[in-house]
Nanobody
Framework: QVRLVESGGGLVQPGGSLRLSCAAS????????IGWFRQAPGKEREGVSC???????YYADSVKGRSTISRDNAKNTVYLQVNSLKPEDTAVYYC?????????????????????????WGQGTQVTVSS
């Protein structure tokens, strides 16, 4: 059974940092692309970052330059480090997995937009940026 579990969210002050984790079970991450998405109240789900099975990455303009996505295949976990957090980063953050052969992350790299058409999703972790 494919399962993704996010962790690492919480309340952080503006300018702070968080490292979100996405732990996978029931499948091996090596053959999947992993995406991070977020959804704020009243807003559409936004693609934040993704990493392909070959390690290539994509970042949305909203987080580019202050975020790093990485994967540890030995731990079957993907991480999203976000620095210089802003109040507008407040949202529920979801990780999602899709087969590496599907366009998912590669399409985001080519088109400049990460679409939420990944096949498997976690339950999300809340990130609140507030003083």
């Amino acid at each position: 059974q494919v399962r993704l579990v996010e962790s690492g969210g919480g309340l952080v002050q503006p300018g702070g940092s968080l490292r979100l984790s996405c732990a996978a079970s029931g499948f091996t991450l090596d053959y999947y692309s992993i995406g991070w998405f977020r959804q704020a109240p009243g807003k559409e789900r936004e693609g934040v970052s993704c990493i392909s099975s070959d390690g290539s990455t994509y970042y949305a303009d909203s987080v580019k330059g202050r975020s790093t996505i990485s994967r540890d295949n030995a731990k079957n976990t993907v991480y999203l480090q976000v620095n210089s957090l802003k109040p507008e980063d407040t949202a529920v953050y979801y990780c999602a997995a899709d087969y590496a052969w599907r366009p998912g992350c590669r399409a985001a790299q080519a088109m400049g937009e990460l679409k939420p058409n990944f096949g498997s999703w976690g339950q999300g972790t809340q990130v609140t940026v507030s003083s």
